[in-house]
T-cell receptor, first 112, second 114 residues
Framework: QQPVQSPQAVILREGEDAVINCSSS?????VHWYRQKHGEAPVFLMI?????EQKGHEKISASFNEKKQQSSLYLTASQLSYSGTYFC?????????????FGTGTRLTVIP | NAGVMQNPRHLVRRRGQEARLRCSPM?????VYWYRQLPEEGLKFMVY????????ESGMPKERFSAEFPKEGPSILRIQQVVRGDSAAYFC????????????FGPGTRLTVL
């Protein structure tokens, strides 16, 4: 039930763009994106609900394709502060099943 | 407005001892989730609790692990007779509502079993 993320790791120079993908073999109810820096707690970025919505926050946005059971996180004009490991978390959507299944993570490193 | 609080932040135990991890959710949140993270790996769901009830414990090992979320006080994750393989970071998260709701994570408890 664990979603698959790609790529596993990416190195960017400041100002470059990146796309992180998250796909599931199970039907997706919602997708949550988090960023975790080494030794710290995951920090919530955004949640996308079924219906093919897109969301954006400054230079970070995401899309959710319910039919394809996948979501993508877009980081534009990356900054040094974007470095960290990005996780997608998916909900099964069944009653009482509100826990998240997290992907394996994508390690993003932004260099000057 | 305090966030999710966990204590202790670091816990060292010898094999065979008990570990008790505490989690105080954000004010007003009644949904608590525990996740385990091994070094260099992702977060693995363990248990989901609502006040006084275990809603989903499908991710909990069948033995030695238990969790509770009493009417008063923090949620407790208890590991009895710890083994080296239990060494990990244990994160607690809370949400205001169930489902399609942001989960706020605590700073985690890093358990080291000697």
């Amino acid at each position: 039930q664990q979603p698959v993320q790609s790529p596993q790791a990416v190195i960017l120079r400041e100002g470059e763009d990146a796309v992180i993908n998250c796909s599931s073999s199970k039907a997706l109810y919602s997708v949550h994106w988090y960023r975790q820096k080494h030794g710290e707690a995951p920090v919530f970025l955004m949640i996308l609900l079924k219906g093919g919505e897109q969301k954006g926050h400054e230079k970070i946005s995401a899309s959710f394709n319910e039919k394809k059971q996948q979501s993508s996180l877009y980081l534009t004009a990356s900054q040094l502060s974007y470095s960290g490991t990005y996780f997608c978390g998916t909900e099964r959507g069944q009653t009482g099943a509100n826990n998240l299944f997290f992907g394996t993570g994508t390690r993003l490193t932004v260099i000057p | 407005n305090a966030g999710v609080m966990q204590n202790p932040r670091h816990l060292v135990r010898r094999r065979g001892q008990e570990a008790r991890l505490r989690c105080s959710p954000m004010k007003g949140h009644s949904h608590v989730y525990w996740y385990r993270q091994l070094p260099e790996e992702g977060l693995k769901f363990m248990v989901y609790l609502q006040k006084e009830n275990i809603i989903d414990e499908s991710g909990m090992p069948k033995e030695r692990f238990s969790a509770e979320f009493p009417k008063e006080g923090p949620s407790i994750l208890r590991i009895q007779q710890v083994v080296r393989g239990d060494s990990a970071a244990y994160f607690c998260a809370s949400s205001l509502l169930a489902g399609m709701n942001e989960q706020f994570f605590g700073p985690g408890t890093r358990l080291t079993v000697l």
